[in-house]
């Protein structure tokens, strides 16, 4: 099978998406006579030449980060310059099309509008769509030691093999990865408690220092002046 992904993480190489892919990758390489090639929507100079690869190939995944409850703005140029690269009646046997999408927040929920729109955008293509693989929680597993990443790598990577040889995502992979839509009642009572122990800020905490914007964290840029 010949697969293009596209990455449609702004951070390109060092993002969580690129982490995930790789390891969808590993597992979509076991079959020997598979091949793909890895884009990064980041370079957005090239997006005409990334849609020519994806009328190419006979599948194509589009993983990106969720961001404000949507998608990056370098995901949704490029799905605009495929869809003026795609005349649906006329290309013939476009590849199928799967999206991952990877989240901040842990409940598969605020990933579940975008979603559907990912399905309308493959019909509309003219496309057969695959399925969407979401995950929340994926925020800070560059920091994690590995010990924790383990079976999300290890789900990925059989997503990937599975992939590899169905050209669709396993249906029971795909449920255990996005997990439950909203936290248990258990759930929201531990967050409520890592909150008031301040454990559950500390991550953005940290990560506004690194960037000298704690001193200015309760800003209000868009307030109207009086
Ligand atoms: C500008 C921006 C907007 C974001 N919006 C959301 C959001 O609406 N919901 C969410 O769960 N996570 C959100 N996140 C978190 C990212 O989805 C999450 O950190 C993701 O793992 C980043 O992946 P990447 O390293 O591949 O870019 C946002 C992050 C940024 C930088």
Known sequence: MRLVLYN??????????????????????????????????????????????????????????????????????FIETLGTKIDSGKTPMLPAL??????GFPEAIHSRYIEKYCEKLALRLGTRYIGTVIRGGVEGIQIKPLFLNRRLFIAFSSLGRHFGVTKEFHPIITRKLAGRDKMSALGRFMFHILKMT??????????LKKHGAY???FDQPYKPAL
């Not at 301040?198 to 990560?207: F, Q, V």
């Open 98 to 103: 799967g999206f991952i999408i990877q989240s």
């Open 215 to 217: 001193n200015r964290r």
């Open 8 to 77: 449609g993480s702004p951070r390109g190489r060092i993002s969580n998406t690129a982490i995930l892919l790789d390891h969808f990758i590993r597992g979509f390489k076991a079959s020997e006579e598979n091949s793909f090639e890895l884009m990064y929507l980041n370079q957005v100079k090239s997006h005409q030449d990334f849609a020519e690869k994806f009328r190419n190939a006979q599948a194509a995944i589009i993983a990106f980060p969720l961001y404000g409850d949507s998608m990056p703005t370098i995901v949704k140029d």
């Open 198 to 207: 301040g454990l559950a800020d500390m991550y953005w905490k940290m990560n």
